[in-house]
């Protein structure tokens, strides 16, 4: 068992980011005896994660910080770091290591006052563990001066600090941030490898493993989730019944409706878990005395740790419409397969009587400006577009398509 097990289908990268860890392990071992560090080494002092939506890039670029920061005893003993076990790989696999920062977007974008203190803590030595590692989990989402900021930071690092940067394509990050990076591309991985992982490590039935993992086509947090959580399967089988009930312009505003409520009550459950947490361990750190008076001085804290939050709620908002579109588009993925006569496998097999009579009633051509509706929604909701107006635009392009 290593850090390398949980990286679905990605073999290829994990045999790169394991020679690099064990050249990582011996410059740091070569800096310590004070010795010259060794020839030819794989590691560079900033990585690039690129993939699809499951292809599983932040888990890579966690395990690779983890098996940076790795202290097993086999290790010094000539082991491959990553061994998953020890309080290195632990502590960075978890989010609690000192000297691993990540950084996620909260909102639409990160915002450059979010990095301030992450660019100057790059500049500093390790704490405790063996690199000073920063993780930016949705590089993609960098502004124009975050991005500065972090290219500066890139462009001249602290000689034990390494930036893992993970976003969708090369073409998400800045340019002359990727021109300084090693790139790792990760691709999809199979329904099978999404399934034996499953059963694997999760214990999950292998005909619930394999129907979830054919449904979200190959992505593995997504299958998780969809074979575990019992209310993500009922707004999934929600979402798939929304083709058929789009027959007149009151339909399609309903449903546009209850897609977006849905999404909002996905964003408060996140809120009501990690907010009051949240909130509690501020209070508890800034020294509040009994009764929640918070000490003087300390209000602005309070004042920005509320903003992150309504920010975060956003995000989650709009990550779960995501979600909801994306079974739309493999819906009708499933249906133009069937009005073209293919033999791929059906990722929504479940609902195959549905696919069947939508393939009838309509033709490739309008199925294909179906599945255009629906990218188009999702590019407005990237630019920020009111949820409900760009879901309204979706559902009547979907009843007209």
Same mark, same amino acid.
């Given at each position: ?54 292809? #599983?890039?932040?888990? $890579?670029?966690? &395990?690779? %910080? =983890? ?6 005893? +086999? !290790? /010094? ?125 999760? #214990?999950?039935?292998? $005909?619930?493993? &394999?129907? %979830? =993992? ?6 593995? +947090? !997504? /299958? ?129 009587? $549905?696919?069947?009579?939508? %393939? ?8 294909? !400006? ?32």
């Amino acid at each position: 068992m290593t850090v390398w097990d949980d990286l679905v289908g990605q073999e290829k990268v994990s045999a790169v980011l394991d020679a690099a860890a064990r050249d990582a392990d011996a410059l740091v071992t070569a800096a310590a005896a004070d010795a010259p560090p060794p020839e030819a080494s794989k590691m560079t002092h900033a990585w690039l994660f690129t993939g699809p939506p499951g292809a #599983g890039r932040n888990q $890579a670029a966690r &395990a690779f %910080a =983890a098996a940076l920061q790795c202290v097993s005893p +086999d !290790r /010094a003993l000539g082991g491959t770091p990553g061994c998953g076990f020890c309080d290195g790989c632990h502590t960075a696999l978890l989010g609690t290591h000192a000297d691993v920062t990540t950084v996620a977007a909260v909102g639409a974008e990160i915002l450059v006052k979010d990095m301030r203190d992450t660019v100057r803590k790059s500049f500093t030595a390790p704490a405790n563990g063996r690199w000073q590692i920063i993780l930016v989990e949705d590089a993609e989402r960098l502004n124009e001066k975050s991005a500065n900021a972090v290219l500066k930071a890139v462009e001249e690092p602290a000689p034990r600090t390494v930036w893992l940067l993970c976003a969708p394509s090369v073409e998400d990050v800045l340019p002359t941030i990727r021109s300084r990076c090693r790139h790792l591309n990760l691709s999809t991985p199979s329904v099978d490898a999404v399934t034996d992982m499953l059963v694997r490590r999760d #214990g999950i039935e292998p $005909a619930v493993a &394999a129907a %979830a =993992a054919r449904a979200t086509q190959g992505h593995a +947090d !997504r /299958a998780r989730r969809l074979a575990t959580d019992p209310a993500a399967g009922k707004r999934r089988a929600a979402v798939l019944k929304l083709p058929l009930r789009l027959d007149e312009v009151g339909a399609c505003l309903k449903a546009a409706q209850e897609l977006v409520d849905a999404a909002a009550e996905d964003a408060k459950q996140l809120a009501e878990e990690m907010d009051g947490k949240e909130t509690e361990e501020l209070k508890a750190a800034l020294g509040a005395a009994q009764g929640g008076r918070l000490p003087r001085g300390t209000a602005g804290v309070m004042k920005d740790l509320e903003e992150m939050q309504k920010r975060r709620r956003t995000r989650t908002q709009r990550d779960s419409l995501d979600v909801a579109l994306g079974d739309l588009t493999a819906f009708y993925r499933d249906v133009l397969a069937l009005q073209l006569g293919t033999r791929v496998a059906l990722a929504n097999a479940d609902a195959e009587d $549905a696919l069947e009579r939508l %393939a009838r009633s309509g033709t490739p051509e309008s199925t294909l !400006r179906r599945i255009e509706a629906i990218a188009a929604c999702r590019e407005a909701l990237d630019r920020n577009v009111a949820p409900l107006l760009a879901v309204e635009a979706m559902t009547m392009a979907l009843r007209a398509g």
